[in-house]
């Protein structure tokens, strides 16, 4: 019996030595670029720029318009959390003289880098 049975697993192994696998679906020459670790790279890099990189360049331009044409009773918030009314804004100079106390009238003197928020009359400053 063993003679037999080593027989049989000596043909079997021979019939699946001798039998070619199934040929595998190739991809779509499309595909095949589309998964090409380069391309892969490259599109992750496109679809940075157009979700994170272009949306925030738009802001600061935007930012950057409204410091440039800040203006005598601005209202204004500060990097530093300080809000105020702008009394002298120069187009040229790079500072801003704000009024932070409305009773007393005391002014400070601040750089347009450190205004972040410049609040119009439909947001209300939050006290």
Not at 61 to 66: A, T
């Amino acid at each position: 019996m063993t003679s037999d049975f080593q027989a049989l697993l000596f043909d079997s192994m021979s019939l699946l030595a001798v039998q070619d696998p199934a040929p595998a679906a190739q991809p779509s020459p499309l595909m095949q670029q589309l998964l090409n670790p380069l391309n892969l790279i490259l599109m992750s890099m496109i679809l940075f720029f157009l979700l994170v990189v272009r949306p925030q360049r738009n802001d600061m331009k935007k930012m950057q318009q409204k410091l440039a044409a800040l203006k005598k009773n601005d209202r204004v918030v500060t990097s530093g959390g300080i809000h105020g009314v702008v009394i002298q804004a120069n187009s040229g100079e790079p500072t801003v003289v704000v009024r932070i106390d409305e009773n007393s009238g005391a002014r400070i003197t601040i750089n347009r880098d450190a205004i972040v928020k410049v609040l119009t009359d439909s947001e209300p400053e939050k006290k």
